[in-house]
């Protein structure tokens, strides 16, 4: 590639939009879509735009630190040639290996402008022809009342893929997923401990469900991350699937997972590893026959759909898990290419990710 592709101008900004309800999780919540906005120029005038989905309660980021470390890097970048996002790539994930929303934010927005610049989309990259997403919908963690409430509406409006986040009381959390399972019998579910439980704590809980009828066909990060043993034990001594989510935050952490055997799943986050490491997991965990989950952190359409178009390409992923769009209110929410039943038909992007931000 020549001159015309190199960076030229770069911007980082904060923006922020309400949800629908707080996104309740074992270890935190989110009250809003608080994220920056990473925004790249080539000198053709070509633009690139990446995120930064901060999520504070499982990562320990911040978006002042976030922000302060893009602005750094910014300098960096400029002269720069998109062509190498692979150096690129290097250099920020040394020179800001406890930032990974940061990271991702720089990657996606180079690989939306390389793939603008190239007149492609993004899928491409991957693919000759992508595939239709169906993500799940997030139940998160509510009184009984409320799970009833949101898990009947999604029922209605299409969705048969239910995320159950659990792990901060025990039999409330029963309740909860044996609401789910009645209001929709038929519907895949997942539950999502987020580190919550302890590894006998996450075999009674399955072992309550099975009582009860309920196997799921998968259990998400049962166990804190840094329990290693605790998350083989449960990999071991349960039927249902275990997903590492939190535990697989690193190229380093995939290949210990697989080597150990410590899950049968990994969560694959663009914000936990960024997009080019996120591939790279993807294939070594293919080549052990290890399950792919695709997933995020409260994300906005661009980041989400950029974690799409990856999973569209490759066509590898056994797990769906990009619906934080369903939580969030206002323009920020609007997606040509995601239906209200949470189909991803990323075939009409003419290049790109297609996300525009406003």
Not at 6 to 24: E, V
Not at 77 to 83: D, I, M, P, Q, Y
Not at 289 to 309: F, Q
């Amino acid at each position: 590639m020549n001159n015309s592709s190199c960076i030229i101008k770069t911007s980082a900004k904060i923006f922020r939009a309400p949800l629908n309800q707080p996104f309740r999780i074992a270890v935190g919540q989110h009250d809003q879509l608080e994220n920056i906005l990473f925004t790249i120029e080539l000198k053709d005038g070509t633009k690139g735009y990446g995120e930064a989905a901060v999520a504070t309660h499982i990562t320990g980021e911040t978006i002042e630190n976030t922000l302060k470390s893009l602005n750094e890097v910014a300098r960096w970048l400029k002269g720069k040639n998109v062509s190498d996002y692979s150096g690129i790539s290097a250099h920020l994930h040394e020179r800001m290996s406890s930032n990974k929303s940061g990271v991702a934010s720089v990657e996606i927005a180079i690989f939306d402008a390389l793939t603008r610049y190239l007149s492609i989309p993004l899928w491409c990259l991957w693919s000759n022809k992508p595939i239709l997403l169906r993500t799940d919908v997030t139940i998160v963690i509510a009184d009984l009342e409320e799970t009833k409430a949101k898990a009947r509406a999604f029922k209605a409006q299409g969705f048969r893929a239910f995320k159950i986040k659990v792990g901060r009381d025990m039999d409330l959390d029963f309740k909860r997923v044996e609401a789910v399972c009645s209001i929709a019998p038929r519907a895949q579910i997942i539950i999502d401990a987020n580190q919550g439980y302890t590894a006998q704590e996450s075999l009674q809980f399955l072992k309550l469900l099975s009582k009860a009828g309920i196997v799921p066909d998968l259990i998400e990060q049962p166990v804190p991350r840094a329990d290693w043993e605790g998350l083989k034990k449960v990999t071991r001594e349960s039927r249902v699937c275990v997903c590492a989510d939190e535990s697989a935050s690193s190229v380093a952490d995939a290949i210990r997972i697989i080597k150990e055997k410590a899950a049968g799943a990994i969560n694959i986050k663009l914000m936990k590893t960024g997009l080019v490491h996120s591939l790279e997991i993807s294939r070594l965990a293919r080549a052990r026959g290890v399950k792919l989950m695709i997933g995020g952190m409260m994300e906005s359409n661009l980041a989400m759909t950029a974690s799409a178009h990856m999973a569209a390409g490759l066509g590898c992923f056994d797990f769906i898990d990009l619906d934080t769009p369903f939580f969030i209110k206002g323009e920020v929410a609007r997606n040509p290419y995601l239906s209200p039943q949470g189909v991803y038909d990323l075939g009409k992007v003419k290049s790109g990710i297609g996300i525009v931000p406003k």
